[in-house]
């Protein structure tokens, strides 16, 4: 059996040990003096300021262990988190790059591959072998880091099946698995569960006995959920009955509706590679129930609804504010659930038609870093077997318990610590919930790089979303949902997982390349045109004359230069330039891929579609906010009245000065995409008109639309001394306007988006049919409600420049 010696290697240049000295508790130096100073950071400690009653449980625990081990010094670990898919991973791999990664990581289902396949852990039978051994040699080092001994092989036996004894029989496989970074040719164990949590529906009974509903009865089926969700849903009232998190993570809330059909996120292949494999029909019916809660239209005391479920990024504040009646949340192994069993009721995610039932399974799950030293090792190893073992369980739930949290904790514990007494307040429903989805847990996506298998997941529930399925029957929607299933995993394997062919990939290499010498050599000729019109501009100086002056000016320019050079330059050549070529890793050495990673970026449809969605910005932005300023400038300065000229000034310049948070939940309200929306309720008013008004105000909005494109195309012309380059850009602008609004235009007229605009003309005449629009949920008008707000807030500022140029213009040019 190979065991990893895995030294001590502190990995941190110049700058990185800077910051290393300044802020990390860890680094220190390997001895095997028994009672030395430990110190080690772990990830999920408690905040210092937090009351909570998990936090306060915590605590116990890290009292207790400081009580069996004084001489470890545990410290939490701090570091900022980056954006919003991967904040979960950016604290961590900012502070492993700098060589002051966490000793105890925190690693969930996603991660574990990828953390496996990165060498950030060691194999944790190894090393609870070390700390459980009888001879004390083998938690001893050299003068160099190393191991003086190792662990027999019956100890790393005996420890893997104590590590067993403490993991669900569903989360075996996603900790027990094969090293993927090929030092060893063994399974490991890598991680440790310290929480294990399943996927369940909470329901408010008050709400289901407002509308009718058994409050002890949860809906069991699909078909029940769907028509409770009817039954519950009322927008008129911000009463949802169910809520989903929108945009690129929406796979993740109706994952358990395509795992009840037995369809899997990824699954091994014949050779025992990972891929995607969620081109299942059973998946394809998942998502259009999923589409049914969302899209499909019904009748409710004589009015028609689109949907009876939402999508709103603020689910958890609504649910905690009473405005959703069912949610899809996680049921904790210990701590079931912090609510009253009298208003919420806890029960199984419903089955499918044929009675199969699935939900997700997870873990909170702790790792030892591989680049600690030895004694960091073995000391996060104790503190990880201590906070999962039974005294650390004890302590949580005495600490519950004597909180008096214990109606909530999980039955089986309260029996097994000598607390039955409580059983008969705490919920058997939520037990049996408990069990039923442990039963019927499916482990989160864990294989290889499915760290963002869910937002890969979400492209095509999010296409399905967006078509319209109520003109035809189920089975030609679900063939429709297989088609874009299979079309993403195809995306998915050959983008995410790399799964390319070797013919293929020569090809791509090919054009990387070419386009790689294009680029150099556009650039080499562009910075020689730069330098030959810089060199000739330049006066022409007498050296010998002006020497002492050159001199000077060159010793003034140094500092700077050298600073830019050495920040900006030197790192982009050495290291960005290196990184290019290089499979990179931050622990494992690099590997020389060549112009990889150049091919794998220029055939990813995402690269192009982002690229496409910049310059969509931009037209927009430049589209809609060039007029208004000018416009409005001209208004203000016909205005007949001082006292009228100050008041609309004022008027129009607020917006600028107001808060961001302040406009962005003010256009959040007038974006609403239900029925009680505001702007929603300004657009279904228009169908109350009757025939003849509904039908002047479409041909008087269609005619202020023309007047405006004559306006745009009429002025440049009529203008005879303006430039023919700014009357080009009129014209842009001009075009740019018209093209991006008229499909807005025509959603609002048709009600159905852009799927149903080539039939405009037909309802030009008669009464207005428009349903809400999801503006922010609706792909075609995403984009142009996000600038809105933007152009309005800053129409102010650029209007009172123009206006100040108006005012310098002389009377008589009038």
């Not at 289902?109 to 070390?130: D, K």
């Not at 001879?135 to 191991?147: A, F, I, K, S, Y």
């Not at 969700?229 to 989903?244: E, K, T, W």
Request: net charge neutral.
């Amino acid at each position: 059996m190979k065991v990893f010696p895995h030294p001590f290697r502190p990995r941190f240049g110049a700058a990185a040990l800077l910051l290393f000295l300044s802020v990390s508790p860890g680094g220190t130096v390997p001895s095997n003096a028994p009672d030395e100073v430990v110190e080690f950071v772990a990830q999920n400690l408690p905040a210092p300021a937090s009351t909570a009653i998990g936090a306060q449980a915590q605590r116990g625990v890290l009292r207790a262990f400081q009580n069996h081990y004084p001489h470890y010094l545990i410290k939490p670990f701090a570091m900022p988190r980056i954006g919003v898919d991967a904040a979960m991973d950016s604290g961590p791999l900012m502070a492993i790059s700098a060589g002051m990664g966490p000793h105890v990581i925190s690693v969930n289902f996603r991660q574990s591959a990828t953390y496996n396949e990165q060498g950030f852990l060691l194999p944790m039978e190894i090393l609870l072998a070390r700390v459980l051994s009888e001879n004390p040699v083998v938690r001893e080092t050299d003068g160099n880091g190393r191991w003086l001994a190792d662990p027999t092989a019956a100890e790393i036996e005996s420890a893997l099946l104590q590590l067993r004894q403490r993991v669900p029989e569903q989360v075996w496989p996603v900790v027990y698995r094969e090293d993927l970074t090929e030092r060893s040719d063994r399974n490991h164990v890598w991680t440790l569960p310290t929480s294990n949590l399943v996927r369940a529906l909470f329901y408010r009974k008050d709400h289901f006995q407002e509308a009718g509903l058994d409050p002890e009865r949860a809906p069991v089926t699909w078909d029940e959920l769907l028509e409770y969700s009817r039954i519950l849903h009322d927008p008129a009232r911000q009463r949802h009955a169910l809520v989903f998190t929108p945009g690129t993570t929406i796979s993740y809330g109706a994952y358990h509706f395509l795992v009840a059909s037995g369809a899997r996120a990824m699954k091994r292949n014949e050779s025992g590679d990972w891929e995607a494999a969620f081109a299942e029909r059973g998946a394809a019916e998942g998502i259009h129930f999923f589409w049914r809660l969302m899209r499909e239209s019904h009748e409710r005391n004589g009015a028609r609804m689109v949907g009876s479920a939402s999508l709103r990024p603020d689910g958890f504040p609504l649910w905690r504010r009473g405005q959703v009646s069912m949610r899809f949340a996680e049921l904790n192994e210990e701590m079931l659930a912090i609510a009253s069993p009298h208003l919420i009721g806890i029960a199984p995610v419903p089955a499918n038609a044929r009675g199969e039932r699935g939900g997700e399974l997870n873990a909170e799950m702790l790792g030892v870093f591989s680049d600690s030293s030895p004694r960091q090792q073995l000391a996060a190893m104790r503190y990880i077997w201590f906070v999962t073992g039974e005294e650390a369980q004890r302590i949580r739930t005495e600490t519950f318990v004597n909180r008096g949290y214990g109606q909530f904790v999980n039955p089986d514990l309260l029996e097994k610590f000598g607390y039955a007494r409580l059983l008969e307040r705490s919920s058997a429903d939520w037990r049996e919930a408990f069990q039923e989805a442990l039963t019927h847990g499916v482990p989160e996506p864990y294989g290889r790089n499915t760290q963002f298998i869910y937002r890969l997941m979400s492209v095509p529930i999010n296409q399905a979303l967006e078509r319209d399925y109520n003109q035809i029957s189920d089975t030609e929607a679900v063939d429709d949902i297989l088609h874009l299933l299979e079309r993403a995993v195809q995306e998915v394997n050959s983008v995410a997982l790399g799964i390319i062919p070797p013919e293929e990939m020569r090809n791509r290499r090919i054009v990387a390349s070419a386009l790689l010498a294009l680029l150099a050599g556009a650039f080499t000729l562009g910075i020689g045109s730069i330098w030959r019109s810089f060199g000739k501009a330049g006066p022409k100086v007498d050296w010998k004359k002006h020497r002492r002056n050159l001199l000077w000016g060159w010793a003034l320019l140094t500092p700077g230069f050298g600073l830019i050079l050495f920040w900006q330059y030197v790192p982009l050549v050495i290291g960005g330039f290196s990184i290019t070529f290089m499979d990179y890793r931050v622990i494992l050495d690099n590997t020389w891929v060549g112009v990889d990673n150049f091919a794998e970026i220029l055939h990813d449809q995402r690269f192009w579609q982002a690229l496409w969605r910049e310059f969509y910005f931009v037209a927009l932005t430049i589209g809609l906010g060039f007029w208004p300023p000018i416009l409005l400038a001209i208004l203000l300065q016909e205005v007949p009245t001082n006292f009228a000229k100050y008041f609309f000034r004022t008027v129009f310049y607020l917006p600028s000065v107001l808060i961001g948070i302040v406009v962005m939940f003010l256009w959040m309200q007038l974006f609403d995409p239900s029925p009680a929306g505001t702007l929603n309720q300004v657009l279904l008013a228009f169908n109350k008109l009757g025939p003849l008004p509904a039908t002047l105000i479409k041909w008087l909005l269609l005619s202020m639309w023309g007047s405006l494109i004559g306006v745009l195309i009429w002025l440049p012309i009529r203008l005879e001394e303006m430039p023919k380059g700014l009357k080009l850009c009129f014209w842009t602008a001009g075009a740019a306007f018209i093209a991006i609004t008229t499909v807005p235009l025509i959603a609002a007229f048709r009600g159905e988006g852009i799927a149903g605009g080539m039939e405009l003309v037909g309802t030009l005449w008669g009464r207005f049919e428009l349903e809400p629009l999801r503006w922010l949920q609706d792909p075609a008008l995403a984009m142009l409600c996000i600038v809105i707000p933007s152009v309005w807030a800053a129409s102010g500022p650029g209007c009172v420049i123009y206006l100040a140029g108006l005012k310098s213009v002389p009377d008589e040019l009038y």
